[in-house]
């Protein structure tokens, strides 16, 4: 961490090294590192006021937010860290869902399987109060990703609009998309 016009080495869990992969604005900051005598698997950690805390194996945080609620890209995937505990989010009727960020309110958004009329689609969601909502996608298409979201309630991401497309990864093709929540 850079403090004060200085290099802050911020610890590792007893294993050579760590990664920090997040900040808050209350400085708390979140990473992975192994422990002691081990390179994998490699546990999270909360790091605030000096002190690393282990938050367990194979759970990878991906962001925090300035309540020091913890969201995590591996391990736990799709679960949020909330008053010292694991909190797993639901899905959209599929078997999986990918967190990928958390805002100041706890609102959480990503991607789930979700399940639509000709199988299974990965569907952007927004995860409130314990209620994961579908943000749907544009017109005529079949998938769509959440990969942002701020205070206001403004998520970014991608759909597609079920055109064809060149082939590859991107088949269909993708559209960046904003989807605002509406507020009380």
Known sequence: MWENGKLRR???????????????????????????????????????????????PDNWPLAINNRGEIIFWWGRTGSVWRNGRFVTLGTLGGKWKDAVAINDGGQVVGRSSAKVARGTQGHAFVSENGVMTDLGTLDGGKASGAV??????????????????????????SHAVLWTLRSG
């Open 148 to 173: 942002a979201i701020n205070n206001k309630g403004q998520i970014v991401g991608n759909s597609d609009t079920g055109e064809p497309g060149r082939g590859g990864y991107y088949d269909p093709p």
């Open 10 to 56: 911020l610890g590792t869990l007893g294993g050579k090294e760590s990664d920090a992969v997040a900040i808050n604005d209350r400085g708390k900051i979140v990473g992975q590192s192994p422990t002691k005598g081990s390179t994998w698997p490699e546990h999270g950690f909360l790091w605030e006021d000096g002190k690393m805390t282990d938050l367990g």
